[in-house]
């Protein structure tokens, strides 16, 4: 299995360019289904899911060209196969976004139901509730959630909690649904937002894409469209951490400041100078260490999960002790014994973690044990004295793209280990 190795104690200077965020292109790839016409999108980023979905949209009989420069071309128009299986989903979660899509426009859908995870219990219920609501017939059987439809009718669909590909997946099949949907308590994450911008330059009429409500007007078709994805705000948020944890100077390039408030009020808390401009973003900590920052994690327009183990690294070094307390998910304090491997002192205490600071981390092998706990983990590397080897990389590969190339060029010592030379 492939490895990341780092000698920590570098302070990262420089310029690293932002790729298109994971957590918009799965939907989109998958909203591509719902055209009678093949769809383009571009800025998509080279990531294991994303090789993911489109390995699940080709089993179904989708058309799928990618250019040099990544840009995919998807054509629904052959598709005979409406069944995401258990191979799949077990790899990536995200595959339940093809279930709304499915169903509104093919009429059926069969979805392997994903099982835990190593963040959180992670249920479906309100995707399925949403479906029912819509009018379809949903149950679940061996394993599968079986889904038909003739053709979905427009309803009020509240969400008791928010919940992001939840609202996606619903917000995808009341496209094509007759009548009107509202969506409320819906999630208002930029990703929720570009899904509809891509979905509306297909022909849908999506309005309130940002806000808790959503008003969908069902329309008869949809057709194909050109799409570039937006910037990933969390691949941006753990280039900017990588600055402060470092005391160093990083512009993050190609990314969109506004989509990161709660982020750079944090880390202008933590004592970084942070300056924006209309897409980039630099941190400059002035070779200081980093003051530590209390963070509770919530829906958007809050401060992210996704960043959530940044921050804990972030604290394991800072100067104080900081609390960070996680909302969202009931298990994502995973990266927590893996830090106290490089010396971290964090104390867990029901939801929060409570960390106080060490003047330094000493390098040690640990486990990457989910995408964002890993990315914390690789932080804390680019501090730890001496040499930190990061294992099962893969779950870094889902989510970042050639992330040891990007930290390089803002000088890290860091290097990935094939599976061969790391056995
Ligand atoms: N929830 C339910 N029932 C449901 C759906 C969700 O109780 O039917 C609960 C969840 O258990 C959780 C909360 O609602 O406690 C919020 O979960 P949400 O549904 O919003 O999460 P998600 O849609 O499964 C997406 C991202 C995650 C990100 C979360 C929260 C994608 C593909 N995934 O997951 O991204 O952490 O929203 O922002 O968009 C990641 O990129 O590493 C990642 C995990």
Redesign the pocket.
């Known amino acids: 299995m492939a490895q990341i190795r780092i000698s920590g104690g570098v302070p990262l200077e420089g310029e690293v360019r932002i790729s298109g965020a994971?957590?918009a292109v799965?939907?989109i790839l998958v909203a591509s289904l719902l055209g009678d016409e093949p769809s383009q999108v571009s800025n998509v980023p080279h990531l294991q899911d994303v090789t993911t979905t489109m390995e699940l949209l080709g089993r179904m009989g989708a058309q799928l060209a990618v250019d040099e420069r990544m840009q995919i071309e998807i054509d629904p128009r052959e598709m005979r196969d409406f069944e995401a299986p258990y191979e799949l989903v077990k790899t990536m979660?995200?595959s339940i976004?093809v279930l709304g899509p499915l169903v509104a426009r093919f009429g059926r859908a069969i979805v392997s139901l994903p099982g835990g995870c190593a963040?959180?219990?992670?249920?479906?219920?309100?995707?399925?509730?949403g479906l029912r609501q819509l009018g379809a017939e949903v149950s679940v059987e061996n394993g599968n959630i079986i889904a038909r439809a003739d053709r979905l009718k427009g309803a009020r669909i509240v969400f008791d909690?928010?919940?992001?590909?939840?609202t996606?997946n619903i917000m995808m099949a009341a496209c094509l649904a007759r009548g009107t949907s509202v969506i409320e308590n819906a999630?208002q994450?930029p990703?929720v937002v570009d899904l509809a911008g891509f979905l509306n330059s297909m022909g849908a009429r999506i309005e309130g894409a940002g806000t808790n409500t959503l008003v969908i007007e069902g329309v008869e078709r949809l057709g194909g469209t050109k799409y570039s994805v937006l910037p990933d705000r969390?691949e941006t948020g753990t280039y900017l951490v990588a600055g402060a944890m470092t005391s160093g100077r990083v512009r993050v390039t190609r990314a969109r400041p506004r989509d990161l408030d709660a982020v750079i009020d944090k880390l202008a808390e933590t004592g970084a100078v942070m300056t924006t401009g209309e897409d980039w973003i630099e941190i400059d900590m002035r070779g200081r260490r980093p003051k530590s920052v209390d963070i509770t994690t919530a829906?958007?327009p809050a401060f992210?999960?996704?960043m959530q183990a940044q921050f804990t690294a972030l604290n394991t070094i800072a100067e104080g002790t900081g609390i960070v307390t996680e909302t969202?998910?009931?298990n994502r304090f995973m990266h927590v014994q893996e830090l106290q491997r490089l010396g971290a002192d964090i104390r867990l205490k029901g939801n929060s973690a409570i960390v106080r600071g060490v003047a330094q981390l000493t390098g040690a092998p640990i486990m990457a044990t989910?995408?964002?706990a890993s990315a914390g983990l690789v932080l804390a590397g680019l501090v730890a004295r001496g040499q930190t080897v990061v294992d099962r990389v893969y779950h870094i590969d889902?989510?970042y793209e050639i992330i040891e190339e990007k930290l390089g060029q803002l000088g890290a010592r860091i290097r990935r280990v094939s599976g061969k030379q790391a056995a």
């Open positions: 994971k957590n799965l939907p979660r995200a976004l963040i959180g219990s992670r249920p479906v219920n309100l995707h399925l509730h909690t928010v919940t992001v590909t939840g996606e999630a994450e990703e969390i829906p958007y992210p999960t996704d969202v998910f009931e989910d995408l964002r889902r989510g």
